[in-house]
């Protein structure tokens, strides 16, 4: 079973940039997708970015061009790199893991009920 713990969350001024990653536990089957996904105050949680264990990204169009998602060498830490940040990007962020082949629309990748399992969730707040 694998396990997720988020990282990298704060606060910044908008058009700051932050990290966010999030380390997997256990074994890693071969093949998987995961995700990131954030919940703003009073709104639904929304797919922003996710990956499949080939490499293959999937975006949001909200953050397609500021934001960048990858994964280490070994597969083991998922990261979001968010630059050019604006207030509406203040949210709770999630990682989410699902082991398997991916959807076969890589926006499929985007809907949280492709996934089975989640991390606890990391705030990232950006002030104008």
């Known amino acids: 079973q694998v396990g997720l713990a988020e990282s990298g969350g704060g606060s910044v001024q908008s058009g700051g940039s932050l990290r966010l990653s999030c380390a997997a536990s256990?074994?890693?089957?071969?093949?998987?997708?995961r995700g990131w996904f954030r919940r703003a105050p009073g709104q639904e949680r929304e797919g922003v970015a996710a990956?499949?264990?080939?490499?293959?990204?999937a975006y949001a169009d909200s953050v397609r061009g500021r934001f960048t998602i990858s994964q280490d060498r070994g597969k083991k830490i998922l990261y979001l790199q968010m630059n050019g940040l604006k207030p509406e990007d203040t949210a709770t962020y999630y990682c989410?893991?699902?082991?398997?082949?991916?959807?076969?629309?890589?926006?499929?990748?985007?809907?949280?009920?492709?996934?089975?399992?989640w991390g606890q969730g990391t705030q990232v707040a950006v002030s104008s």
């Open positions: 990956i499949d264990s080939d490499g293959s990204p």
């Open positions: 989410a893991f699902q082991g398997g082949n991916r959807p076969r629309l890589a926006w499929q990748m985007l809907k949280e009920e492709q996934y089975d399992l």
């Open positions: 256990g074994r890693m089957p071969t093949r998987y997708f």
